[in-house]
């Protein structure tokens, strides 16, 4: 079965950093790789991805220069560092690998997506 698991949620103080890890397990995670959230009463947003063809990323506006993705092929591995982190942060967190036919992942088409964590819950507050 295909599965992709995250781990490294909690709490936070504004201005903290995390680290999300999301590992698949059943498949190899050689497929373009997002990370979305959504937070209390707001529809789910497209936070960064990876594409699977040369590694480019692509992140929103609001985490640029904050936030970080990386994989790890060798640890079936994707994860998301998160730095100075807001209470606008704070949300549910999830992965997600695209159907294996994209090789160029896309931030703001998430019904491409073919597989999604479970969610982890990420609260930036003093």
């Known amino acids: 079965q295909l599965q992709l698991v995250e781990s490294g949620g909690g709490l936070v103080q504004p201005g903290g950093s995390v680290r999300l890890s999301c590992a698949a397990s059943g498949f190899s995670l050689n497929y373009a790789l997002g990370w979305f959230r959504q937070a209390p009463g707001k529809e789910r947003e497209g936070v960064t991805c990876i594409s699977s063809s040369d590694g480019t990323t692509d992140y929103a506006d609001s985490v640029k220069g904050r936030f970080t993705i990386s994989r790890d092929n060798a640890k079936n591995t994707v994860y998301l560092q998160m730095n100075s982190l807001s209470p606008a942060n704070t949300a549910v967190y999830y992965c997600?690998?695209?159907?294996?036919?994209?090789?160029?992942?896309?931030?703001?088409?998430?019904?491409?997506?073919?597989?999604w964590g479970q969610g982890a819950q990420v609260t930036a507050s003093s």
């Open positions: 997600a690998a695209m159907a294996s036919m994209f090789r160029r992942c896309v931030l703001t088409e998430p019904n491409k997506y073919a597989y």
